[in-house]
C-alpha cells in the first residue's frame, strides 16, 4: 500500500522520464456473471481509493508521454476483505502471462517499464 503515487512519480523522475511503460497490477469488482479469479487487461491506472495516488500516476506519465496498462484480477467486495479464495490465488499465474505478454508486445528490448503491485494483503493468512 503505502503511496504508489509517490514511488511512481520518484521512479520516473530518478529514470529522467525515459520509461517506456507503466503496468499496474490490482483486484478489480467483478461483475455479475463474471467469474472469480478472472483475469481482464486494460489501460490506466488501476488503483482503487480517492483517487489521489491515480491522479499522481496519470499526471506524471501524461507529462512524459508514457504508456499505462493494467492487469486486473476480478473479486467481489466480499472476497476483498476476507481470507484469500483459491480461484484468486490460482489466477497469479494468469496475470504473470498478461504481464509479459503486454511487455514484449508494446516494449523493445532495453526499454525501462514499471510493474506496480497495489492492494493490501488483508487476504492473506500470516
Known sequence: MGK???AVKAVIDENKGKIAMVVMIDAALKLEGEELGE???GVGAAIGGPGVDQYKIEDELLKY???INAVVIKEDIGDAVSPMRK???DSVDKVLERVKTVTLERTKEGDKIIIVGVG???GIGQ
Request: hydrophobic letters at 45%; charged letters at 20%; a negative charge.
Open 4 to 6: 504508489p503515487g509517490d
Open 87 to 89: 480461484e484468486v490465488f
Open 65 to 67: 508521454h508514457i504508456a
Open 120 to 122: 493490501n494483503t488483508i
Open 39 to 41: 483475469v481482464a487487461e
